[in-house]
């Protein structure tokens, strides 16, 4: 049943496609795959519309980061670019963005954890709402477009708390690098091409073990966990096959090992002893992309299939009551499989030089597996169809006043026992441009997030499924204001979030499981941001978000507060001849760790700092160091109620060759 759905929707898709290149397409790609920065005008940002517009004249909360920014922080992937953004709360399980499988380093938005979709030029790329944003190389990275608010009816479930489009460069600068730094760590990247072909490797490895967690074990003990032989290595191809069309291909490996060794026996029992193994767990993912990508002045047109494996493996020593484990329970083993593919299509029409219209379709075919492994005695397969249709009208009433108003409506079929959803969404926006330098904006969205098959259903031998959970659904209120006069650039936005059914993972202490419930969410806050790049020597950055973000639940009949109320982040930027140097930081404070059934509890704050330095002392070398950690703090780098710690301070010196 399976191959023959696969079959009707490769035949849907292939029809759908074959008619946009026919047709012709618009490409809002094109735009932002272009760094447009003029004086007095700013970024052009596309995701937040699916239009290209000066990020000033955008009437959303946006960050545009650019390839050079990204390389002048000494960011090595995704995650670490965003970490350093304005208003997002970073978590992660461990140095170098290593990730526990499935439980990846997350990208907070507004309080949210779940709220973020992650897309790569237009195309969505995360996996039942999981994503891996360490894996990405920086160095591929053309630019970060960063939309926060609800981006649904542009783009669909998981968008409730913001967007991120990673665009990939087009063109190639020949060059390899070699690193190596503390704690064994060793990069080595390659990039090869020309004006249509990229081809680039990447390869990075922390491989001492640092400790990274120490946590009960129930009432018999306590264990340290130490994170090891952190490996990540991609490989990719973009080619353009013609001006209007252009293929992507990108694969990605993760692995990582954590060992947990007992610190203290409460109460001893068989042979537990201080200083012996508790348990191992080694986690591997493998990803593939693929996109081919169509566009022209009124089509844009998107095929693409993302597939992934994940699987965890390691022997258990003790049970939680340190008793030797016998027989199947000495190995743990789970693997599982996501497979989605789909295509996105929008036309784009000017009706009249006031009115424009962009309207169009989205497929998903999506499908889960968990796979038969040695903790999984039953492999089960599940899979549905996503549908949607969207449009958006755009009206520029005068020289002062636009309005943006957009609806969605997506339905899922297929699903086992028919347990399918749909939703209706709208969003409206209006600008008011004061003078050519400031503006002003409402904007009011309705967001939502589809259950994902793990969460209904169960991803691993621990989790409990729910298969009546409830979509989520919720609202985003927000007013802003811009300017972006000479040099300095100030942002200003006012918000307000109200989700109801947000779900959420709750953790069954006594079965030493999880399952998920739907619980309420809100968040208020204000954000203000400023850039000041200067031809001078220095340049800087600075912004401030306070929020109270907080959850209600059934195992909570209160409003508890979750993450932290008060960001601080900054930098500023050296440049001096053939030296460039920048310092960085994020100040997260009045934070709260958050356990799903019981009260929230304070937690110092982190301040995660980088310090990265280059100097190029001809037009073909570079020599970098980048120092992570500057101040050797020892900060929580988690939000729920495990907790895991930043690594020591540590640095990594690169060599680029260009060729």
Known sequence: MILQNKKIWSQQIAVGLTAVMLSGSYSLAEAADKQIVTENLGDVVVTATRSHKREVDTPAATEVITAQEIRESGSKTAAEVLEKADGVAYGAFGHNGAAMGTMSNEINIRGVDNGTLVLMNGNPISWRGKYDLSAIPADTIERIELVKGSGSVLYGSEAMAGVVNIITKKKAANMVTVGIGSSGQ????LNVGDDRLV????????????????????TAGHTRTNLNNVKKQSIGISYAITKNL?????????????????TDVVKPA?????????????YETQRHITQLNYHDKKWKASLYWNDGTVESHGPTSWTSA?????????????RERNVTYGLDVQRRWQLSP???????????????????????AKAEDYSRNNWAVFAQLEQKFDDKNTGIFGIRQTWTTGAWRSQNYHNFSASGQWLHKMDKANTLYVNISQSFIMPTFSQMYGATDAGVPNPDLKPQKGVNYEIGWKQNHHNHA?????????????????WISGRSQYTYENEDFRNTGVELACDIKSNNTLSYHWGITWQNPQVKSTKKDYWDRKFGR???????????????????????????????????????????????????????????????NVLNRHDVISHSASTYYDAPASYMLNYTCKF
């Open 490 to 506: 100030w942002k200003l936005a006012l918000f307000h979030m109200d989700i109801a059914d947000n779900i959420s993972a709750k």
């Open 199 to 218: 081809i680039h490797g990447d390869f990075s490895e922390w491989k001492h073990g640092v400790d990274v967690s120490r946590s009960d074990v129930g």
């Open 566 to 628: 008060l960001q601080l982040t900054g930098g500023v930027t050296y440049k001096k001849g053939k030296l460039i140097s920048n310092l960085s930081g994020s100040y997260l404070c009045e934070r709260v760790q958050t356990p799903s059934s019981e009260h929230s509890f304070e937690t110092k704050p982190y301040f995660l700092t980088s310090w990265h330095t280059s100097y190029k002392p001809d037009a073909v070398q570079e020599i970098t160091l980048t120092v992570n």
């Open 354 to 376: 006031r009115t424009k219209w962009i309207g169009g379709l989205s497929l998903q075919r999506e499908r889960y597996q968990k796979l038969y492994a040695h903790s999984t």
């Open 270 to 282: 068989d042979a537990a002893k201080v200083g012996t193994l508790f348990n191992s767990r080694t």
């Open 246 to 262: 252009d293929f992507l291909y990108n694969h990605f490996e993760t692995e990582s090992t954590y060992d947990r060794w007992l």
């Open 322 to 334: 340190l008793k030797k484990t016998t027989g199947t329970g000495r190995f743990y083993n789970t």
């Open 186 to 189: 060793h990069h080595y990247a």
